[in-house]
């Protein structure tokens, strides 16, 4: 991380603790938990667009790109003056980011901020975060899109992985779901990973899966009703009849 210019040695007395979280190719994902750091820092907001809006607005289009911007965050300097509360410490010594940290509050309001800023103007084109879409009715307009889209990231010194950025789809998965000409649906892969998913064991188990079954409660006629029996034992863990019916429907 010094070596790509992301970290500087620092002296700074508000530490954070860092985490080696297990990725599913058994790599380690480096994380730092601003936990502590959050809680003593007001961060200025920004509006973040609704994701169902994003949808609504996108869909029914002929052509799709999304644009993956490569380690986002890290490509946003972070200003000198607030370095000393994005550091953490290791068997190393201490380091501050100088780059746009993940886990830190305020990072994704101002990545919004200036992503929006970068993009201004550029018609039916969304992004949310770190997440660029434009669609378009005609072949000619979508790239004109696309070539608009990528000066406008070249300009600002910024990067794209073309590995996992999609060009010129007819159908494509952008924030959990499908888009295309026809409509909107839940990503199958999504569902997939729903539908797989065991028996919750414990509250907090029943919290995770009621988050992400709740992501497409839009699609799931009667959700509020089903989930209601699910909802009652995400504080106090009793699971009968009841709870393994809602759950399995």
């Known amino acids: 991380m010094i070596e790509e210019d ?36 007001e961060a200025q907001s920004h509006h973040i667009p609704k994701i169902q809006n994003i ?8 052509f799709y790109s999304t ?9 946003i300097a972070l200003d000198a003056s607030s370095r ?10 201490i380091f501050s980011y100088k780059v746009m940290p993940m886990g830190l509050t305020g990072s994704p309001d101002a990545f919004q901020r200036i992503m929006e800023t ?11 975060i770190d997440d660029i879409l434009t669609a378009s009715d005609n072949e000619e307009e979508h790239l004109e899109n696309i ?13 794209i992985s073309l590995k996992k950025s999609s060009f010129g789809l007819l159908q494509i ?11 909107i649906k839940p990503n199958q892969d999504k569902i997939s990973a729903l539908e797989k998913k065991q028996t919750p064991k414990t509250a907090k188990e029943v919290k995770s899966f009621m988050g992400a079954a709740s992501y497409f409660r839009r ?17 106090e863990f009793i699971w009968t009849a009841e709870q393994e019916t809602a759950f399995q429907t």
């Not at 000393?84 to 010594?93: C, D, E, I, R, Y």
């Not at 009667?222 to 504080?235: Q, W």
């Open 6 to 41: 992301m970290i500087e040695p620092s002296r700074s007395p508000y530490l954070s603790r860092v985490v080696l979280v297990k990725k599913k190719d058994s790599n380690w994902r480096f994380v730092v938990d601003f936990l502590r750091i959050n809680s003593l820092v």
């Open 67 to 75: 644009f993956d911007l490569k380690s986002g965050f890290h490509q």
């Open 219 to 235: 699609h799931i006629p009667n959700f509020a009703r089903i989930a209601e029996p699910l909802y009652r034992v995400t504080n």
């Open 118 to 128: 970068v993009l201004f103007g550029l018609v039916n084109t969304f992004v949310y």
């Open 147 to 159: 070539e608009a889209i990528l000066k406008r990231i070249q300009d600002n010194g910024m990067k």
């Open 55 to 62: 949808l609504n607005e996108a869909a029914g289009k002929r």
């Open 173 to 183: 998965n952008y924030l959990g779901y499908t888009i295309d000409f026809h409509g």
């Open 84 to 93: 000393k509360l994005a550091s953490f410490v290791t068997h190393q010594g």
